[in-house]
């Protein structure tokens, strides 16, 4: 099970620094949670993330049941053991990708159709298949099976399916799991505040450890996301943990931070590394760019991580260049290391009273273009 403790708490917004205790370790929030989908944080190892003061990453049902399977996962003793992690693990329940990956065939109270993106091949999920296979993987937090509306969609759909999310919430928590695991409510109630109130009080009537806030991150525009993500994390009990699902660049984690959130993940750090595009404290730099093949400079000045205190832009540029995979790691080494740093600098300005002087200097320093 997992505990949840307030460390401080910031006096001007609603950010606050925590500490989440589960049998994996301590993580001390705000976190970012690096994405691990098919049991692999992109291009590194355990130990490099590690280094890099990881200490959760994310997993996803939906891509490994599919493959290898949850069967083959639980044959190795779960997913930690599989993959040889040794701190926490995270895992969504496919309800996302179920909606937004797989050819979906039927949705219906009991569950959801829908054919591999792999293979064509035919699926069922149902919140109970979600939490089986949840708990083959034996993550540490384990999130309830939801539909995640597109956007935008027809109010009346997402009052209905809001609906149906908090029955599947309700047969996931009747569902019973792995001693160590703790299950998470996912809010919904797409972009309209007195839906989001509707879901977040039905999720907290059935009493969950911690909240996740989902059906943003879809495509909206990011002052409405904003504007939902806060208005919905003053809804979520103060006492527990406070998850902002696919969320996001850097400025919108330092937003997120202000509006009370302690949890947050994207595909972006990881994603962008390998695309050459790179997080720094003065702004964002491509590192293709040809006026960088001569630089001595590392990536970011201000930046202790492996690939700032080892390589050039010049050498990371050159890497990138000839397609050689040590340019996707040593990128992905520093965007990850930048925003794990970013939320650990965060945590400690909520403990020094300056979280807001913190963030309005760092929302300066990320849209500088002075690379
Ligand atoms: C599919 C992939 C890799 O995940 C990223 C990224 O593409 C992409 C695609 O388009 C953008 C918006 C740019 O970001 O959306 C993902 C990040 N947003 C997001 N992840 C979520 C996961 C979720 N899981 C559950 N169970 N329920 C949710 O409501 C939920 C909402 C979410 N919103
Ligand atoms: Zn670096």
Redesign the pocket.
Known sequence: MLSFVVDAKDKNCSARAGTIKTTHGIIETPIFMP?G?VGSVKTLTPDELYEIGATIILGNTYHLHLRPGDDIVAHFGGLHRFMNWKRNILT??????VF??ADLNKITEDGVEFKSHIDGSKHFFSPEISMEIQKKLGSDIV??????VPYPSEKSYVAKSLERTTRWAKRCKEYSLDYHQSLFG?V?GGVFKDLRKISADQLIDLDFPGY?I??????EEIPLMYEIAEYTAQLLPEEKPRYL????TPEDILNGISFGIDMF???MPT?NARNALLFTSEGRLSIKRADLAKSDDPIDKNCDCYTCRNFSRGYLRHLYKAGEILAMRLNTIHNLHFYISLVKSARNAIINGNFEAFKNDMLLKLNQGGN
Request: net charge negative; proline share 0%; hydrophobic share 40%.
């Open positions: 994405v989908t969504d329940s496919g309800g996302f990708q937004s990956l999130m309830a099976f939801d539909e995640c996912i919904q996740a989902g059906g943003l991150s879809v495509g699902m696919g969320v996001g993940d994207c595909v994603r």
